[in-house]
């Protein structure tokens, strides 16, 4: 069986990992297992604009490489995050409505 795990543990648990110390980064879950790094770089660009996303991480499983469902934009500046959590909570991406939240450091 495979344990059910909150989305605020993996939250938590990934961006201590992947560190968030000035508000910058925000977690974004249920993505679809083909979005790309790419895909989700463009998809937050388009809410933040252009040149705004430093960099956009798909996490994926070390053993097999294939994408866990989840990831992590962080922006040049943290004037964003809010706008854009805003505007993209439980929109839709590849046919999947994501949920987008602050990481917690």
């Known amino acids: 069986k495979r344990a059910r795990v909150s989305v605020s543990a993996i939250v938590l648990k990934e961006s201590k990992i992947m560190g968030d ?25 388009s809410v933040a604009g252009s040149g705004e ?16 469902g ?11 995050v809010q706008d854009v959590i805003d505007q993209l909570h439980q929109k ?7 949920t987008v939240a602050k990481s917690n450091p």
């Open 53 to 68: 996303v430093e960099s956009a991480t798909i996490i994926t499983d070390r053993e097999n490489g294939k994408s866990k």
């Open 21 to 45: 110390e000035d508000g910058r980064k925000v977690f974004v879950g249920n993505l679809s297992y083909d979005t790309r790094d790419e895909d989700l770089r463009s998809h937050f660009e």
């Open 70 to 80: 989840f990831g992590f934009v962080t922006f040049y500046d943290g004037r964003h």
């Open 92 to 98: 839709d991406l590849d046919g999947r409505p994501i």
